[in-house]
């Protein structure tokens, strides 16, 4: 039998879950205050608790800050600015071809952003600066790479996301900010070699880490999300 204490703590973690999930954001602009290595153990040992598949726990999570992610900055951005076309990512993270309504949304936001910073269609240059954030980690101070073993099947990836799903609400919780980027993976030969990764790694994503810069206009973006008749299906 559930007690008025029991309904009163239920509620309160049910906001505090809820104001996690609804409060998460991409942040494209960080400041540079340091996180602390403690925190960074914590709120990964946390985020191991995610499900997989007869509990394989596909994940390895390498993270770079000080001179380390400094240097993953300096020669990434070396190969962008000078147009490098023999870095491909290793896989399709997005569609070859997409359609509505994925389509649809990914312009959409694509919009909404490059409106917020005056970004109009056709200025090129201007975009490709914008894109070039990501290899800065967007001022973030602490670069997530995460890997997984390649002989591994589609399983084991839809685990590694609810594992980086956790990654982004224990930051959250803790008042750090994220920015999931599959950016990275364009470049993974220079990331799998500055961190010696071995022949059956394969970089799934990578992901900014640190405090959100609360003047920055590119923080105030918030994605729109799809009504719930339009991906819910009830079966009575």
Request: aromatic letters at 10%; glycine letters at 6%.
């Amino acid at each position: 039998m559930m007690t008025d204490q029991t309904v009163m703590d239920a509620a309160v973690v049910k906001a505090a879950v809820d104001a996690v999930m609804t409060g998460r954001t991409s942040v494209r602009a960080f400041l540079p205050a340091a996180v602390p290595r403690e925190t960074i153990a914590d709120l990964l040992q946390v985020a191991a608790r995610a499900p997989s598949g007869t509990n394989t726990q596909p994940w390895q999570v390498h993270v770079l800050t000080g001179q380390m992610r400094n240097r993953l900055v300096e020669e990434v951005c070396c190969a962008f600015d000078a147009n490098d076309t023999s870095h491909e990512p290793e896989y399709d993270y997005y569609a070859k071809d997409f359609f509505d309504p994925y389509l649809a949304r990914r312009r959409k936001v694509g919009w909404d952003l490059y409106g917020l910073l005056g970004i109009k269609k056709g200025e090129a240059e201007k975009t490709r600066a914008q894109h070039r954030k990501n290899y800065t980690l967007f001022d973030a101070p602490v670069a997530l790479m995460f890997v997984i073993d390649r002989r591994l099947a589609m399983g084991s990836w839809l685990d590694f996301g609810m594992f980086l799903q956790n990654v982004m609400l224990a930051a959250c919780a803790r008042g750090l900010d994220t920015c999931p980027q599959a950016a990275w993976i364009d470049y993974h030969r220079i990331i799998g070699s500055l961190l010696n990764l071995g022949e059956h790694d394969q970089l799934v994503c990578g992901m900014a880490l640190g405090y959100a810069d609360p003047s920055a206009i590119v923080n105030t973006l918030v994605t729109e999300r799809a009504a719930l008749e339009e991906f819910v299906h009830f079966h009575d």
